[in-house]
């Protein structure tokens, strides 16, 4: 077991090395100890710190922090599987229209688009996994494998947004490398995989792209009014 200093948490995998949530290196820690130390505290703190945020943003931010992963196409793929769980849709945007799209004009785009698609094609529904699939699909139900996934990937964002993730980090780990060895898909190794490099230089392109159009159409809109104005 490690202990985070700052946080007061213990977590249970002998291989995570910093903090889920502040990022601080982790201590080895007695079993005696960690019994003295209240798990849910940190858990209490973190929904306090954010109740003010809409669910999404709560759990974007959770998600977000264990997996160390807050690029732009993380984000969007994450809310476009919580949008999918479920048998009636809970809004109609993958992701909620905010400020920072101001940053990230072609992912507004591309969130459009795909909102739309999605209520048209995702109309069935399993109740088993508990998520929508696609209306094209000739099956009474969906593949197996991905229903499979479907569970799993639930389950792993449950035990995130209550923090019972630290308690069986080890096991689920054990679990998706069961499966790959088996060739299936797993919801757990695919998040994980899901840091790379590819999409930190994607997210800086994304932002200069739109800094650089906002600042196109503004000089576009206002320098005619001020040629007028001062007869540039």
């Not at 200093?5 to 910093?18: A, K, Q, Y």
């Not at 992963?69 to 809970?90: P, T």
């Not at 992701?95 to 591309?110: A, D, M, T």
């Not at 739309?116 to 996994?129: L, P, S, T, V, W």
Request: hydrophobic share 40%; glycine share 2%.
């Amino acid at each position: 077991m490690k202990k985070c200093d700052r946080c007061d948490i213990v977590f249970h995998s002998g291989s995570r090395l910093t903090c889920l949530y502040c990022d601080s290196i982790l201590f080895e820690v007695e079993a005696s100890e960690a019994l003295k130390i209240q798990e849910k505290t940190l858990f209490k703190k973190q929904i306090d710190k954010t109740q003010k945020a809409s669910n999404q943003d709560h759990a974007q931010y959770l998600v977000g922090s264990y997996f160390r992963a807050r690029s732009f196409a993380f984000m969007y793929s994450f809310s476009r599987n919580q949008l999918k769980m479920g048998k009636a849709f809970k809004r109609f945007l993958i992701q909620p229209i905010n400020f920072s799209f101001v940053i990230r004009i072609p992912w507004l785009v591309i969130n459009l688009l795909d909102s739309m698609m999605i209520h048209m094609e995702y109309q069935k529904y399993c109740a088993k996994c508990d998520w929508k699939y696609r209306s094209s699909f000739d099956e009474k139900t969906h593949l197996a494998q991905e229903c499979e996934f479907n569970q799993e990937y639930t389950s792993i964002l449950n035990r995130i947004l209550t923090g019972d993730i630290v308690k069986d980090e080890e096991l689920i780990e054990k679990a998706a490398q069961e499966k790959l060895k088996l060739g299936k898909r797993s919801a757990y190794f695919q998040l994980c995989s899901r840091k790379n490099t590819t999409e930190s230089v994607l997210d800086i392109f994304i932002i200069l792209f739109s800094m650089s159009l906002i600042v196109y159409v503004v000089v576009k809109t206002f320098m005619p009014i001020f040629g007028n104005i001062y007869d540039f």
